[in-house]
């Protein structure tokens, strides 16, 4: 695998009230809708709490602070390529009453328990969505002083 097919990637697990916030988007591999968290490839010179917080404001128009991480997953995808994830919990008391999308990527904004998730018409992503979720489950909270800063 070269360097250009390893990907440093980031999700926002927002859990509110007993749900999960999910964005629909369209896979680019397939061309189907699925469900997926607000993630994305963190840019160069970014740190990876900087890198969540900017991919929760452009895919839903939260602007949170995580509240502790539930570690990393991996994932070797159809097309070859490697996704390291790190995935950031967000457990807000309250949310603005209306939020929205920056990003015209994402087609509309969801949540579900983590059932209905299972139930839901569109599928995920990938695993690495209901991964996050499981993990969540088993009650994994990192802390974030664990995330040394960029020197």
Request: glycine share 4%; proline share 6%.
């Amino acid at each position: 695998m070269s360097r250009e097919q390893l990907h440093l990637t980031v999700a926002a697990i927002v859990h509110y009230k007993l749900q999960f916030l999910f964005v629909e988007e369209i896979d680019k591999q397939s061309g189907k809708r699925v469900l997926n968290q607000p993630a994305g490839h963190v840019e160069q010179d970014e740190d990876l709490v900087s890198a969540v917080k900017r991919e929760l404001l452009e895919e839903t128009g939260l602007n949170l602070e995580p509240t502790a991480w539930l570690g990393i997953s991996q994932l070797t995808a159809a097309n070859g390529h490697r996704y390291v994830r790190l995935n950031f919990l967000f457990e807000p008391a309250e949310l603005p009453s209306h939020f929205q999308p920056q990003d015209c990527d994402i087609l509309a904004l969801h949540w579900f328990s983590a059932l209905k998730l299972t139930q839901a018409e569109l599928p995920v992503r990938s695993r690495l969505v209901t991964d996050a979720i499981e993990v969540f489950k088993q009650g994994v909270r990192l802390p974030l002083t664990l995330i040394q800063p960029p020197r």
